[in-house]
């Protein structure tokens, strides 16, 4: 695609990074590097895709790529001449709000991003209402989700363990749209733009509520959810998230929502999800997104969730 917009990802760890290999146009030679699209993450995992490139593991292949941009930090980026027109936020959603106020107290947004679109590529739900704290325009700001999975095997390489379909809304610009799809579609991954993107987001919340908390707690892949010991606690956790997705005017049906959790989970039974990851590497995990976003719908509604409500304590103790 000719003029092709220049691109930051903003938190560039498995999935960030990833997706800067994705964007940065079509396979070539071995360590070809990328001019439009510049990557934001930790320092150590930034130096070393400076000095040896990123490193990506696609199972059947490996390409190694470097980035003519990479930034530990918003000064980093202040003090190049990178002017990205699409920034996608791809960090935890428990750092979304230091990232807002980084945003806000960095000038950026008045200066060389007030023109940019941005797009939340994250887990969970609630993350629109916490970045137009920022002040940016809600006419500036879309959501996407996806279901690829990617592990980060040390600073400089990630793994894609699954194939998965990225989902964005469909009212974000016609130039945005056809680049997204020709650099997803050059690489072999599909990208949908829907019309009805809080139902798919809402399907994402739903898979995310049954698999992420169970196998975190169980330190178990995504398969154990097909476990018939856990039958009754599956069903549950998507009987409760169903009511409260009616009452929030996004009915579905409890043997559909159920349907789509048990496929997910035997799709990637030997995936290890992210809250997992997390819990395993000591990190914070991303349940108030999740299992507690559906424990505050609930309260809002005056509905019961006692399983959800039960996961999410047993994260929040285990981990937080």
């Not at 917009?5 to 940065?24: C, M, T």
């Not at 040896?52 to 000064?75: A, I, N, P, Q, T």
């Not at 939340?120 to 993350?127: A, H, K, Q, V």
């Not at 908390?213 to 010991?229: E, H």
Request: with cysteine; glycine share 10%.
């Amino acid at each position: 695609m000719d003029g092709a917009p220049d691109v930051l990802i903003y938190g560039a760890g498995a999935i960030g990074s990833f997706l800067g290999y994705l964007l940065a146009g079509p396979s070539g030679r071995d360590r070809e590097r990328a001019e439009g699209v510049a990557l934001l993450g930790r320092e150590a995992h930034m130096r070393a895709v400076r000095d040896r490139g990123l490193y990506v593991d696609l199972g059947e292949k490996s390409e190694v790529l470097r980035f003519e941009h990479c930034f530990s930090c918003l000064e980093d980026l202040k003090a190049s001449d990178f002017r990205p027109k699409i920034v996608i936020v791809c960090v935890k959603t428990y750092s979304l709000t230091d990232l807002c106020r980084e945003l806000r107290e960095s000038g950026l947004l008045e200066e060389r991003l007030k023109e940019a679109r941005f797009i939340l590529l994250m887990n969970g739900m609630g993350n629109r209402e916490v970045f137009l704290q920022t002040g940016l325009g809600p006419a500036g700001l879309f959501e996407g989700i996806t279901s690829f999975g990617v592990l980060l095997n040390g600073d400089g390489r990630v793994e894609l363990k699954g194939m998965g379909k990225t989902v964005l809304q469909d009212d974000i610009g016609q130039d945005e749209r056809r680049f997204l799809e020709e650099r997803f579609f050059d690489k072999g991954f599909e990208i949908e733009f829907s019309p009805d993107f809080r139902r798919q987001q809402f399907n994402k919340l739903l898979v995310n509520a049954a698999i992420n908390p169970i196998t975190a707690l169980t330190r178990r892949q995504n398969g154990i959810i097909l476990s018939p010991a856990l039958k009754g606690t599956v069903q549950r956790v998507v009987a409760e998230a169903v009511a409260v997705a009616s009452a929030e005017g996004l009915a579905t049906s409890k043997e559909e929502a159920l349907g789509l959790v048990l496929s997910v989970a035997e799709k990637t039974a030997a995936n290890t999800s992210s809250m997992l990851q997390d819990v395993l590497r000591g990190r914070r995990t991303e349940i108030e997104a999740i299992n507690g976003y559906i424990v505050r719908w609930a309260r809002e509604h005056g509905i019961a969730v006692p399983v959800n409500e039960a996961l999410y304590g047993m994260v929040k103790a285990v981990r937080e």
